[in-house]
Every structure is written in C-alpha cells, then in structure tokens.
C-alpha cells in the first residue's frame, strides 16, 4: 500500500502535465515518420523510392545484334530489369559533369557513341577484344576535375565507356559501380559466349580441327595405301582428321563441305547434351541461363498495384526503425528520473520523506514503478502504431497474435527494466540538471549508436559489432529484431530471444544495484 501510495502520488504529478507526457508518447513515432521520410519513403510512392538510382549518359549511335537496339540500351534494359534498381537518363555530359561536380549524384555512367561498335567487335578469338580484367568488366573511372582530359576510345576504355564519380562519396560510388559491373557482365558475356559457340559449325573452325586433331590410322591395307603407297606403315601412325575427311568425300568438293558442316553441327549437339540447363548460342543473359525475363510487377520491375496504396508505408523499412526506436527512447526516460531526483532534493521532499515511516526501498520502488509503466506503455504504443500504421509484422505470418504479443511481451519488460535500471544510476550520480544531461544523455546516445539503433549493425566492423554486445540496447534490439524480421515468414530463433530478456535482466539488476550503493536520499 506504501509503494502503491508513493507510485500514485508519483503519476499524477506525470499526468498533471498532459502535454509533456503526449510528447512523450509522441515524439519516437514522429521521429519514425521524419526518419522514414528522409530514407525515400513519400506515402505511396515506396517501390520507386527505395531503388537504387543509377544514372546513364547514353550516346551510342551503334546497334546490337538486335536491329534498332544499341548495345547501350541493352545494358540500360538489364538495369532496369533488376530488382531494386532504377535508371535515370542524364541528356547530355555537361549536365553529367555537373551533377558529379556539385556532389548531387556519387556516379554516372558514360555510354560513348563508339560503345556498340567496340562491343560487336569483343570475342574470346585471338583477333577480338577482351573486355575483361581482375574486378569484371574494364571500366575506368574519372573524377570530374580529369574527366574532360580523358580521351575515348583508347587502351584505357576498351569498351568506350567510364564511370563519372565523386571522389567525396566513394562508397556510393562503389556500390553503382558494381551495379553496373554486374549488368555489363550480364549482356557482354552471353553475347561473346554465343559468338564462340556459333563458330563451332563454321567451315573455317573445322578446317582448324581438321588440322589440329589427329586419329589414329586405320589397319587396312587399301586404307593405308592411299595415303603412303611407297612408305611401310605401322598400326601405331596417325592422319589427321582433315585427311579422313577428304577420303570420305573423294574429289567431290560439295561433299566434302558438307562433311565438315555435321562434324560442326555433331560438335554443337555433343556440347548442347553436355550443358543442357544452358543455350550456349544465345546472345542474352536469359537466353543463355534459360531464365524467364522480369514481368511488370515483379521485383525489379514496375510497381505493382499493391504497393500505391497509401497505408503501405514501406513495411521493410519501419521493421528496421520501430524496433530501433522502441529499444532507444525507453533509456530515455533516465533523464526524467533524473530530473525528479534532482527537483525533489531541492524542495526537501526526499529528506521529508526519509523520517516518514517508510523503507527505502518503498521510496525506491515508488517512485520507478510509474517510470517503468510508461516505459511499457511507449514500447506499447510504437509497436503498436508499427502494426497498424506502418503494416509490419509482430512475427511469423502463420503464429496467431496470442502467441506474437506473448513473445514481444518478456522483451518489452526486460528492456523497461534494465532501462529503470539505468535511470536509477542516472540520479543516484547526479546532483543538478545539467549533470542529469550529461550523465544521462551521453550514455544513451553512445549505447545507441554502438548497438546499431542509429546505424545498423550489418553496416560496422566486425570489433564495433563485438561491442554492441556490452550495450543493453544491444541486446534488446537483438531480440526485437528476431521477432519483428523483415520477412514474415521466417522462423524467429527464440533461444536468441530468452538470451537476451535474460541479459536484459541482469543488466537491470547491475544498475540497480550499482544505484542503491550511491543514490543518497537527501
């Protein structure tokens, strides 16, 4: 009744200042929305938004193997037709440069006019061009103080093509730059792959293989004859296979055309049983893979229907910031505590209540308990507003919602816990407000920034994500990110999920602990 009186005396003063406590409740959903916003999500217009944009200076005035088509707007296709990536058209170099130059773009890639010619021309024969180097396709990059200087086409463009970039963004760069390098691989190697296998049936080919491959020589006499009269010949000599051909047609020259042609096309046959999941004469990537090609609609492809709808606020996305969120501004109520402690010393209420007939840990426990409650009750709230507002999943599509919010519960109060913990700690160390700021929001941000609530965790290095594990945000995000995956159909690892409601626990015991030896209540 003690600490039920001290909590109550405790959330009235909270409600007294309703507009403090909507704020409260309201800024970490209104942080999603701006967070949202600013990573591409505009309300209906999610699948364009959340493309990778890579832009294309297209001025091949060649053609492909397709009439009409230039072998720029076949690599432009295959982008398109990539899930997650988007082509924008920049009309003219100058507008390029310029873009690159005022950092508006990290990268443009240059189709130069000579671009078809010099791929037609690319092959694996000894009088071909070879494209290819160590990371993939030859592609040389410029920075727009050295992009004019460049000249094209050379031994440093095999392909009259390059990469505009921004020195000052290189890892954007990097990232269309292997774009690129994928869907240049995609149209060239099919193409020199097709060629290749399409000279298997030429006359020329055969006349080569006719002179390059020998067979052992037939024990016949008449046989043996015909090709040395005047020279003993033993079982062991060899002819080549040009030779047995013109046996077989004699001095008829059609036939003997015509012989080398079904040795090509058996070569052809004998290949294409081999390698049957593949066409080795297609001239496409889906040709040669025997791949459907991307539909409108599908990954990749134009949006669908679905997704213009004006509730589906880009699920993938918000079921990375709700539980980045939910797990960070919990901690922030430390400073409330914080500040709390810090009024009631300065009007004497602690020390009043120190000769009151109450325990201390009744005072303790009083006056966390409603901190706790509205630490449940934001978690609350955004996961909540993550359901309804932003379509995320709270688990495995085929779990019932009983079973969902029975596994969000443990996290949601464990992290309440260790995050009264740490409150605790905040006001037993700090004695006037600007302490509080220090002492409680510092930690918290850093915890945060180390956990990869500000900046995922996949993104740091491998000795940055071993620290995150020292964090209690670490932990809690661990678990909220096991239950709120990004596809609804994954099993969530529910081991991972005790282990870390379990270090939750512990940690929150740690700061309480640690608080009760140095809070002083006067």
């Not at 080919?205 to 008449?222: D, Q, V």
Request: aromatic letters at 10%; hydrophobic letters at 45%; charged letters at 20%.
């Amino acid at each position: 009744m003690v600490i039920w009186a001290l909590a109550n005396k405790e959330m009235r003063l909270l409600l007294r200042d309703r507009m403090a406590v909507v704020v409260l409740l309201g800024m970490p959903l209104v942080f999603i929305l701006l967070w949202g916003v600013m990573l591409g999500e505009n309300f209906g217009q999610r699948t364009a938004d959340e493309k990778l944009r890579v832009f294309v200076v297209d001025l091949d005035t060649g053609e492909s193997f397709t009439p009409g088509v230039s072998w720029a707007k076949e690599v432009v296709n295959d982008l398109n037709q990539t899930a997650g990536v988007g082509v924008e058209v920049v009309p003219s170099l100058e507008e390029a440069e310029q873009r690159v130059r005022k950092h508006k773009v990290a990268a443009i890639l240059i189709f130069r006019p000579g671009f078809s010619d010099r791929v037609n021309q690319c092959s694996f024969l000894a009088e071909g061009i070879n494209p290819f180097y160590h990371d993939g396709v030859h592609l040389p990059k410029y920075g727009s103080d050295e992009f004019e200087q460049a000249r094209r086409p050379g031994p440093e463009a095999v392909l009259d093509a390059e990469l505009l970039w921004d020195r000052k963004q290189p890892a954007a760069a990097g990232i269309i730059d292997q774009v690129a390098q994928v869907s240049l691989l995609r149209v060239i190697l099919p193409w020199m792959i097709g060629q290749a296998f399409g000279r298997l049936s030429d006359e020329q080919f055969i006349e080569l293989l006719g002179e390059k491959m020998s067979l052992p020589l037939p024990n016949i006499y008449a046989v043996r004859v015909f090709f040395d009269p005047d020279h003993p010949l033993k079982p062991a000599d060899k002819v080549q296979l040009k030779q047995m051909l013109d046996l077989t047609a004699g001095s008829n020259e059609k036939e003997s055309k015509e012989y080398r042609k079904k040795v090509g096309e058996g070569v052809q046959a004998a290949l294409e049983a081999e390698f049957h999941k593949y066409d080795l004469t297609g001239k496409t990537w889906a040709d040669l893979t025997k791949s459907r090609e991307a539909k409108p609609g599908d990954k990749g492809g134009a949006p669908s229907p679905e997704n213009t709808q004006w509730t589906n606020f880009g699920a993938q996305r918000y079921q990375q910031l709700v539980p980045s969120f939910t797990t960070m501004f919990p901690f922030f109520l430390a400073m409330v505590v914080g500040w709390v402690f810090v009024t009631e010393r300065r009007q004497g209420t602690l020390k009043r209540l120190r000769f009151a007939p109450v325990s201390r840990a009744q005072i303790l426990a009083g006056k966390l308990l409603p901190v706790f409650l509205l630490s449940l009750a934001l978690a609350g709230v955004l996961l909540l507003a993550g359901r309804l507002i932003f379509q995320m999943t709270w688990g495995p599509q085929d779990w019932p919602l009983w079973l969902q919010i029975g596994c969000l519960l443990p996290v949601v109060v464990t992290t309440s816990f260790a995050s009264m913990g740490l409150a605790l700690l905040v006001a037993a160390v700090s004695r006037t407000e600007i302490q509080v700021a220090l002492y409680g929001a510092l930690p918290v941000l850093v915890m945060a920034l180390v956990s990869g609530c500000i900046l995922p965790r996949e993104m740091m290095t491998e000795s940055a994500q071993a620290v995150s594990w020292f964090t209690p945000h670490g932990w809690a995000l661990a678990a909220y990110r096991e239950l709120l995956g990004d596809d609804p159909r994954s099993v969530p690892d529910l081991s991972q999920v005790w282990m870390s409601c379990g270090v939750l626990t512990a940690f929150g015991a740690g700061f309480l602990g640690l608080a009760w030896r140095l809070l002083r209540l006067d």
